[in-house]
């Protein structure tokens, strides 16, 4: 039988389409319930309709009242700590857009729960792990097809169209900044390529397009030590343009990602498509992804254990970024 599913938040700016999506697309996903803002309400009137499901304006009277099997996040990030740990203590798989939550003491929160679960398990929606052209690159690097792994560069960068996104997407507080709603992606497909820990980071970042507005962070770059002598640079920026790309070198040969998502693969004999090296796998729902990996127990592509690493990372850099000092992962 299929995993029903509860979607709590639908707003403005986060990804729950990857939720619905997945009930389209996975036998095993039933798209059982919503919760959301009744002004939210009428203007995605269609699609409820589409959906058939009960509709409900607050998520306590979504949980009380429907029979779930997994919890699915959408709302503001700063809202979805309280949510996750009350899932996990209604017996609930859990999965929340990124960040997961915005502060540490809510992620320790999260830990402690799960701990008081320990069948249960979380996710969040690091949609990167599922493009073709980002698993390819990470076969490749895997099979050694690149040499020795020594370096990845990554640019996560949004334009800031300051009116046309939700108020909440600037200001820090809310969102958890740059690093945990833009960066993270970043940060993520570094460990998932890789499959090296992050030792030490240090990071900067700042605000040159919108000085009068406090805690907003335009751009930034953070420097990271990894497992056998493997460095990092992690980047951001809310400017003008969408601007997101990947760099892999090796010691034979490098894989680079384009802004329009277009990868090459250079080495000594000149440059290749990446197409033409490897085949691309199919893309990949990671929240159908995760509720199958329920039913078949089997690891997800996006699995508690990466969820609570990556939200160490994120939490590691902003620190870093904050006081200008260098954070180690094992203090």
């Known amino acids: 039988m299929p995993l029903r599913v509860g979607v709590v938040g639908l707003e403005p700016g986060t990804h729950w389409n990857g939720y619905t999506a997945a009930a389209k697309q996975s036998p095993e996903v039933e798209l059982a319930a919503v919760s959301l803002r009744a002004d939210l309400a009428t203007s995605l009137r269609d699609q409820l309709a589409e959906w058939r499901v009960p509709v409900y304006h607050d998520a306590a009277t979504l949980l009380e009242r429907e029979t779930l099997d997994v919890l699915a996040l959408s709302t503001v990030p700063n809202g979805q700590a309280g949510l996750i740990v009350e899932g996990l203590r209604r017996g609930l798989h859990v999965v929340a857009d990124k960040p997961l939550v915005v502060t540490r003491e809510?992620?320790?929160?999260?830990?402690?729960?799960?701990?008081?679960?320990?069948?249960?398990r979380i996710s969040m929606l690091m949609t990167i792990r599922g493009d073709p052209v980002r698993q390819a690159a990470r076969q490749l690097v895997r099979e050694g097809k690149i040499g020795r792994l020594a370096m990845l560069h990554t640019r996560r960068a949004y334009a800031q169209r300051r009116e046309g996104r939700a108020e909440w997407f600037f200001d820090e507080a809310l969102s958890g900044g740059p690093w945990a709603d833009g960066a993270i992606h970043g940060i993520d497909e570094v460990l998932w390529i890789s499959g090296l820990l992050y030792q030490e980071v240090v990071a900067y970042d700042a605000n040159v397009s919108w000085p009068e507005k406090a805690w907003f962070y335009d751009h930034g770059q953070a420097l990271f030590r990894m497992e056998q002598d493997v460095t990092a640079v992690v980047e951001h920026h809310r400017l003008a343009i969408n601007d997101s790309w990947l760099s892999i070198l090796g010691t034979d040969a490098k894989i680079e990602i384009d802004r329009r998502n277009h990868g090459v693969f250079v080495d000594a004999q000149g440059q290749r498509d990446l197409a033409e090296v490897i085949a691309f796998p199919a893309p990949r729902n990671v929240f159908a992804d995760f509720v199958?990996?329920?039913?078949?127990?089997?690891?997800?592509?996006?699995?508690?254990?990466?969820?609570?690493?990556?939200?160490?990372?994120?939490?590691?850099?902003?620190?870093?970024?904050?006081?200008?000092?260098?954070?180690?992962?094992d203090e």
Not at 106 to 120: D, F, N, S, T
Not at 294 to 304: C, F, Q, S, W
């Open 106 to 120: 809510e992620l320790a929160r999260v830990r402690q729960a799960l701990a008081a679960h320990p069948g249960l």
């Open 292 to 329: 199958e990996s329920i039913v078949a127990g089997r690891p997800a592509l996006v699995d508690t254990d990466d969820t609570l690493a990556t939200m160490e990372a994120v939490f590691a850099v902003r620190d870093a970024a904050r006081t200008g000092r260098r954070v180690r992962f």
